[in-house]
């Protein structure tokens, strides 16, 4: 079966201080692409980052930046220069089959600290 | 800038009720979905919809569930009769014009069953 794993369930982190998330997760496929969504209180689903599987550059959006290690199929998530703002649960998500159909991992909760 | 929304926000029922859930996708995609999260759990994968029909659903999404695409903006998910377990945050989610392209999600509906 495929699977996105979060291992990490809660994370804190100091304002303007770095974090990084992880995520591992299972496939046979070879061409496939990965996200990053934010999940604030107000509990909207946010697009955080993507990742195509067939790039070797690690995608960035402004502070967040990916480590995609796809050997080890891994996918972790970059934040730098932490934000209030980005107190949020972070859900990493996998589509098997290019379906269309997103598999969650758990989420880890990040708590950004004044 | 375009963005998925859903009506109602929150949605209380008691158990044994039917209740539709709508949502508005944006306007030029072609797949639709369905998500559900429990409180304090993952994103569960429910339905998607495509041209008019289903096309994948999960072992969640049984005869209790159906969706459906009444005109050409409107994308409704509808439980027949709803059981307490039902009570979550339902998303909906949309994207263009390709399976792989990345899914954009409402603000969600919180349904809860009495």
């Known amino acids: 079966a495929q699977t996105v794993t979060q291992s990490q369930p809660e994370m804190s982190v100091q304002e303007a201080e770095t974090v990084t998330l992880s995520c591992t997760y299972d496939t046979s496929e070879s061409n496939y692409y990965l996200f990053w969504y934010k999940q604030p209180p107000s509990r909207q689903m946010i697009l955080v980052i993507r990742q195509e599987a067939y790039k070797q550059q690690n995608a960035t959006e402004n502070r967040f930046s990916v480590n995609f290690q796809k050997a080890a199929k891994s996918f972790s998530l970059k934040i730098s220069d932490s934000q209030l703002g980005d107190t949020a649960m972070y859900f990493c998500a996998f589509p098997p089959g290019n379906t269309g159909k997103l598999i969650f991992g758990q989420g880890t909760t990040l708590q950004v600290k004044p | 800038e375009p963005e998925v929304t859903q009506t109602p926000s929150h949605q209380v029922t008691q158990m044994g009720q039917e209740v539709i859930l709508r949502c508005v996708p944006i306007s030029n995609h072609l797949y639709f979905y369905w998500y559900r999260q429990i409180l304090g759990q993952k994103v569960e994968f429910l339905v998607s919809f495509y041209n008019n029909e289903i096309s994948e659903k999960s072992e969640i999404f049984d005869d209790q569930f159906s969706v459906e695409r009444p005109d050409g903006s409107n994308f409704t998910l509808k439980i027949r009769s709803t059981k307490l377990e039902d009570s979550a945050m339902y998303f909906c989610?949309?994207?263009?014009?390709?399976?792989?392209?990345?899914?954009?999600f409402g603000p969600g509906t919180r349904l809860t069953v009495l």
């Open positions: 989610a949309s994207s263009g014009g390709s399976r792989t392209d990345t899914q954009y």
